[in-house]
Structures are given as C-alpha cells and as structure tokens.
C-alpha cells in the first residue's frame, strides 16, 4: 500500500461522510412523509444508477485504491453526466442532486490518484537517468566510451540534416527551372545531363560547406568536450524536469482537495465539517479538478521556473471558470465537473505523458541498441572464429567436462564422505578408526626382552653382584621391578667395570653384552617416549578427525553457496540490495531537509514537499518486501509521519525515529 492509495482512501471516506451527514440530517428530512418521500427516490430508476456508478467509484480494497482511466471514463459515461440535462429533468430532489455531488467528487478523486500516481510515475525514473549522465561526466574514459557509442547516431542526424537541407535547395532551384520562358527550358533539356549532376554535387556541397560554417564552435571544441557539453545539457534539462514535477506533485498533495485541513491529514475527524459548510466542499471539488487541468498543461513548460509555475497554476485557477462558479447554487454544476474530468482524462492526461515521454528519450540515457551496439557488433563479427574454435577443440572440452565431473566426485569421496566415517567411526571407538603410530604390542615385546636380558645377565652375573651366592626370587624379582621402571643399575656396574679392561672385556663377551643390552634399552625408552605421543593423539583423535574434515566442508559449502547464489537464491542478494537502497533513500530524504528552506508557516515548500513524497513512496515499496507484518505496521505509522507537513521539526523526528528504531532492518 502506498502513499497515494491512503491519501485517495482518506478522501473517499470523507467524502461518504460529508454526503451521510447531509442526507441524515434533521433539517433534511424532518417529517415523516419527507422520509416516504425519500424511500420513494430510492426506488427510481435514475438513483439505482447513480448508486451503482458511486459504489464502482469508492477506493476498492487492496494495495490498488486507484481504477484505470479507461475504466473511470465508462463510469462518467454510464452516469449520464457527460451530456446535457433535458428540459423535463431540471428539477432534482435533493437527494439524488447530493449524489450526483458525490458521485462527481469520487470521479475527481479517482482522478487525483490518477495524476498523483502518473507524476510519481514520472519522476521516480528521472534519478536513474541523471545518475547515468553523472556516470558519463565521472572520467574521460566515461566520456570517451559514450562519444563511441553514440557516434553512429550522430553521423545519422548530421545525414539526415544534409539531405534536408540539399533536398529544399534543390526544390527551389527545380521551381526556378520551371518559371524560365519555353525557349529556356527547351535550350535546357537540350544540355548535357552532366550538367544536372554537377548542380546537385554543388547543392550538396554547398549545403556541406554551410553546415561546417554554421558548426564552427563545435570545431573550436573536442569531440570529448563536445559530448561532455551535451551530457550536461541533457542532465540540466532532467533535472529542471524533476524539479517542475515534484514541485507540481506538492501542490497537488496539500491543496488538492483540501477539506478545512482533512484533505491534508491535520489529524480531525470527519465529523468537524459542520453542515452548514456543506457547499464548501462541493468548492473544494471544483477547484481541485481545476488544479489538476492546469497542472498538468504547465507542468512540463520547462522554460519556467518551480516559483513562476506555481504562480500561474494558482493565477489560472483562480481566475478559471469553474472556480468562478464555486459560490453559485446550480444543478448543472456536476454536470461540467463530469465533462472536464472526462476531458481531462482524454486529452489532458495522454498528451501530458507524451510530452513526458518525449523529454526523457530526448534527454535521457540513451537506449539499449545505442549502448550496447559496439560489443553486440564485435561479438556478431567474431561468433564464426569462436564456433569454429568450439568445433575444433570439442573433444578437449568434453575431456575437460569429464576430468571436472572425475574431479568433483573424488574430491566429495576422499575428503568429505571418507573423513565423516572416520569421525562417526571414532565417536563409536571403532577398532579400525584408532589413531596410532607404532603397532600396539610393540612396547610390552621390547620392555619384556629386555627385562629378560638384565635378569640373565644378573643370574650369569651373581656370584660378582652377590658375592658367591645365587640370587634368590626376590632379588630376581626387585632386579625385574626396576628394570621396568628403566633402572637397569647391574647392567652399568658390570659395564663400568668392563671399561676398566676392555680387552678383557670383549674377550670374555661381556661388554659387548652390555652394551647390546643398553641398545634394548634406548630402544624401548624411545618406544615408551612414542608411546605417550602415541596416548596424546588417541585422545584427541576426534579433534583431528574434524580437523581433517573441514577444508572437505569449507569448499563444499563455499561452491554450494556460490552456485545457490547464481542460479537459484538470489532473494538474500536481492534483500541486501533492497536495504540498500532504503539506506539511499533515507539519505536523500535527510537531504531534503537540509536543503529546503521552509516557509513562514514552517512546512517544507511544494517543491521539496514533493521531493519528500516521491521518496516516502520508493520507501514504503521496498520496506513492504524487507519488514515483517507486525513490524510493518508501525513502520507505515512513522512514515505517515514523515510525510504529513505538520512542521519541519516534527518531520524531522519521524526521520530519526524511523532509522534507530528499523536499523536492523534496512541495513
């Protein structure tokens, strides 16, 4: 729902409300019989049919409060009004005078949604072709590229001015040829043709050499320069159009059927338009749909400015005819409301939106065909090189699709699938999923050796360690408990005594003994050494497991995402986008408020008014797609505050509270 169809919602209501007061009051039907009376004229004819065309009238429900001008024209042809009253039918009742008033007013109502939509219709667009202009100036290089594209339309208009211009003179010089006396055209014919030709080179040429001549500031200047004077040019012509449209769109939105204030939403309610102001509204319709004739004949007069437009808009309506007849008490005025309206709508609007239409193709970004004609011609001219590049290199290609298709399916297999398994393998404490670097029974083999060896080398050993006598089990026994806490002590005193004679020693075999069973034991404290490296990455196990997982998952989920986001999802790139642009738009409405200079009255002038509308409108369209219902709701309250010309300040707050209050949505 938007701006307009509140706007044109509010004034229906109030206009059922203004009818239901006058028709329901005492002093309309005070007796009895004036009420038979009134059931009679329900009962006629000619009320049935007004009382249709006024329902098909009212704002239907929806976003769309506004009906289509071909639609509303059958309504003002179907009511009759449209043609002069006849002599036996001048006579009215009251009430079905009251409805005529209402139907006339619905029809104006219709109307003004009509041309408030067309003018925002209008503008809306005008920022995006000033904004290209903008883009052209940017640079040289910008500059540069739209002096190429636009060089085969120029070419053409310069044509097309030379043969003009060569196919008047050569008309003249024909008609000159014909007014010679007989003796002259027959030595004529008798000429060469040659000689034709060389007067229509010259004519030609001619015309060329004044063309260059009339051209000579365009000679003086770069094509560059050129096309940098005319970007500004069009862009100064847009703008002057922007601004005579907003400022005609603010008139129309504050005195466009300004009932006592109703019409701009001070905030009474309908009740407070007393009955004997009855005939006032009916005022405020004729000159509403006078406001609207004029507006749009000079809406588009671009050689005023906003200020001389508004004067002679106000100027005309009030000097207009139909506003003379304001205060006069006739039954044939919904008459001529009725015809205007129609002539409004079918002269008035179609040509307003012609000329519209014409100053934007003259002076707006160019079309598609212009700006994309150079790489639409390269492409054109190079499709057979790059067909035939295709069609030699297919079977590459086709090995590439199957290598990429391998390539994915290994790629998902080995480091996606393979490494889920091993870590649901590992939350199960599956055998075959345990982490490990040495085989699990390595450390027990070597430690139970090497106890052996000490404990023989003890037993060979004890008459020197024990001093003649056998060791017993419990010497064997302490001698196996220190050897698996890593003191192989024995085995370093016999070592230590060896040294003193090696000779002896290696002879006798018992240093190279210890020295064998030193190696076993290095060897089985680097395997208890591994083996607690071994214990650490059995414990995290489900940590490495994860760890191997994830660059598997990182590259599906970011591929995943990329081709969800160019081919099917682009609403969360839509909605950014869209927030986006709330963001511009609340900017540009902060900037409304800085530039205007508000009136006496403190209230932004029609022009920035209008500026205002325009963006509270784009705003209430893209919030529509970005908020949640219940968050719409208030939202549209701070935007009807917004828009509402209460006071710049008031204004102003609502502008605060709606960007800390929806922040989180519209960014």
């Not at 015309?207 to 862009?235: F, G, H, N, W, Y």
């Amino acid at each position: 729902m938007s701006v307009l169809a509140d706007q044109v919602r509010r004034l229906d209501a109030h206009l059922d409300g203004i009818i239901y007061a006058t028709i329901t009051s005492p002093q309309a039907y005070p007796t009895n019989e004036a009420a038979v009376q009134l059931n009679t004229v329900l009962q006629t004819p000619r009320v049935k049919d007004l009382l249709r065309v006024i329902k098909a009238l009212s704002a239907p429900p929806g976003p769309q409060a506004v009906i289509s001008p071909p639609q509303l024209q059958s309504l003002l042809t179907q009511s009759s009004l449209l043609s002069d009253r006849p002599p036996e039918t001048q006579q009215l009742s009251q009430y079905e005078s009251e409805l005529e008033w209402l139907l006339v007013s619905k029809a104006a109502v219709q109307t003004y949604g009509i041309v408030v939509e067309m003018l925002l219709d209008q503008i809306v667009p005008l920022s995006d072709h000033i904004w290209y202009w903008d883009h052209v100036l940017s640079s040289p290089l910008s500059t540069t590229i739209y002096m190429i594209q636009s060089s085969p339309a120029r070419l053409w208009v310069r044509f097309l001015e030379v043969y003009e211009d060569s196919k008047s003179r050569l008309r003249r010089y024909t008609g000159a040829n014909t007014a010679t006396p007989e003796s002259d055209v027959t030595s004529a014919s008798t000429a060469a043709p040659s000689m034709h030709w060389r007067r229509f080179y010259a004519i030609v040429q001619s015309t060329i050499l004044e063309k260059s001549l009339a051209d000579v500031q365009r000679r003086m200047m770069s094509p560059i320069a050129l096309c940098r004077t005319e970007a500004r040019r069009k862009q100064a012509r847009l703008k002057k159009m922007r601004e005579m449209t907003a400022s005609g769109l603010g008139v129309l939105i504050e005195e466009g059927f300004a009932f006592n204030g109703i019409g701009a939403d001070d905030g009474r309610s309908d009740s407070e338009l007393s009955l004997p102001n009855s005939q006032e509204w009916k005022g405020v319709v004729e000159k509403s749909v006078a406001l609207m004739d004029i507006m749009l004949r000079d809406i588009l007069d671009l050689e005023l400015n906003t200020n001389q437009m508004e004067d002679k808009v106000f100027a005309a309506v009030a000097e207009d005819s139909l506003s003379v007849q304001a205060e006069e008490e006739d039954q044939n005025r919904p008459i001529v409301i009725a015809k205007r309206l129609h002539a409004l709508l079918d002269d008035q609007l179609p040509w307003n939106m012609k000329i519209a239409s014409k100053l934007v193709a003259k002076n707006g970004r160019p079309s598609r065909l212009v700006r994309y004609w150079l790489p639409a011609t390269a492409l054109l001219l190079s499709s057979t090189t790059i067909l035939r590049i295709f069609f030699n290199k297919r079977q590459e290609i086709i090995h590439w699709i199957q290598d990429l298709g391998a390539t994915t399916r290994d790629f998902w297999f080995n480091w996606v699938v393979e490494p889920v398994r091993k870590v649901i393998g590992t939350i199960r404490h599956d055998a075959n999923s345990e982490i490990a670097i040495m085989s699990r029974d390595s450390l027990r083999a070597d430690r139970e050796s090497l106890e052996r060896m000490v404990i023989d080398f003890a037993i060979d050993k004890s008459i020197t360690i024990t001093g003649g006598s056998p060791m017993s089990e419990i010497q064997i026994a302490a001698i196996r408990a220190k050897v698996r806490e890593g003191d192989v002590t024995p085995i370093l005193r016999a070592y230590e005594k060896d040294l003193r004679s090696p000779l002896v020693g290696t002879v006798r075999g018992d240093l190279v003994r210890t020295l064998l069973i030193q190696v076993q034991k290095t060897k089985v404290d680097v395997e208890v050494a591994m083996s607690g490296i071994d214990s650490l990455l059995r414990s995290q196990e489900l940590v490495f497991g994860f760890v191997g997982l994830t660059p598997g998952i990182f590259v599906s989920v970011g591929v995943t995402r990329y081709l969800f986001g160019v081919f099917g999802g682009r609403r969360g790139y839509a909605q950014n986008r869209k927030a986006g642009r709330c963001v511009r738009v609340l900017r540009n409405i902060d900037r409304v408020f800085s530039e205007a200079a508000p009136t006496q009255t403190n209230v932004l002038p029609y022009k920035d008014h209008g500026y205002l509308i325009c963006e509270v409108h784009v705003l209430r369209n893209l919030a529509h797609q970005l908020l949640p219902p219940d968050i719409e709701k208030d939202f549209l309250e701070d935007l009807d505050d917004l828009a509402n010309p209460r006071g710049v300040q008031y204004q102003q707050r609502a502008l605060d509270r709606i960007r800390w209050t929806y922040a989180k949505w519209l960014r």
